[in-house]
């Protein structure tokens, strides 16, 4: 079984300021690890994944992550964040192999609140 | 279609009665999941779709949730004797056959039960 821990519940930024959001992840085998963000009375749409290869992974809207193994980790990045970044960010962890099933396995989540 | 289509958007009911949801997948896409999304709780896993089979169905919280996907396509998630704790929104996402696939969501079925 696979867990995904969200260290911070809101993230509060002004704008034009760097951020990160904190992901932590259990399994017992390899794993691949998204983020989706999911703005208001929207469905979660992709940010970024990590598969394999560079483990910098650059998403849409200016946002990386970087997977580290050795920490378990894969902390969401954005040098710079406008407004409309304002929503709430989840990781989520696959195993693999993935058995014809990508059964994603989410956090609880991180409200992102972007401020003038 | 384009995208992944749910319905209703918002449903309110009382206590006892049964809902149904439905959810429409993207044209071509093979595996259909159910989750639900309750305040700061995350998105819980609630089954999994591969064609019309469901070989994964171990996030169903009762005997009172129930799925069907017909023809590889539709899917409708039922409650029966809704609760007041099934209040959440209940979202559905597709993908192609398994591997490192990507889901695309609907924008999901608000449920209120009074």
């Known amino acids: 079984a696979q867990s995904v821990t969200q260290l911070d519940s809101q993230v509060p930024v002004f704008e034009e300021a760097p951020v990160e959001l904190r992901c932590n992840y259990s399994s017992s085998v390899s794993v691949y690890l998204f983020w989706y963000v999911q703005y208001p009375n929207q469905g979660l749409q992709l940010l970024l994944k990590?598969?394999?290869?560079?483990?910098l992974v650059k998403g849409i809207n200016g946002f990386e992550a970087e997977f580290n193994k050795s920490q378990t980790s894969f902390h969401l990045r954005k040098p710079s964040v406008h407004i409309s970044d304002t929503a709430e960010y989840f990781c989520a962890v696959t195993q693999i192999p993935t058995g014809g099933g990508n059964k994603l396995t989410f956090g609880t989540g991180t409200q992102l609140k972007v401020e003038l | 279609g384009a995208g992944v289509s749910q319905s209703p958007s918002n449903k309110v009911t009382e206590k006892g009665k049964d809902v149904e949801l439905r959810c429409d997948p993207i044209?071509?896409?093979?595996?259909l999941y159910w989750y639900r999304q309750s305040l700061g709780q995350g998105l819980e896993f609630l089954i999994y779709?591969?064609?019309?089979?469901?070989?994964?169905k171990s996030g169903l919280p009762s005997d009172r949730f129930s799925a069907e996907r017909t023809g590889g396509s539709v899917s409708t998630l039922t409650i029966q004797r809704t609760q007041q704790e099934d209040s959440a929104v209940y979202l559905c996402?597709?993908?192609?056959?398994?591997?490192?696939?990507?889901?695309?969501f609907g924008a999901g079925s608000r449920l209120t039960v009074l």
């Open positions: 996402a597709s993908t192609l056959r398994g591997g490192a696939n990507v889901l695309t």
């Open positions: 779709f591969q064609g019309n089979s469901a070989p994964d």
């Open positions: 990590y598969l394999s290869g560079s483990t």
């Open positions: 044209s071509g896409h093979t595996a």
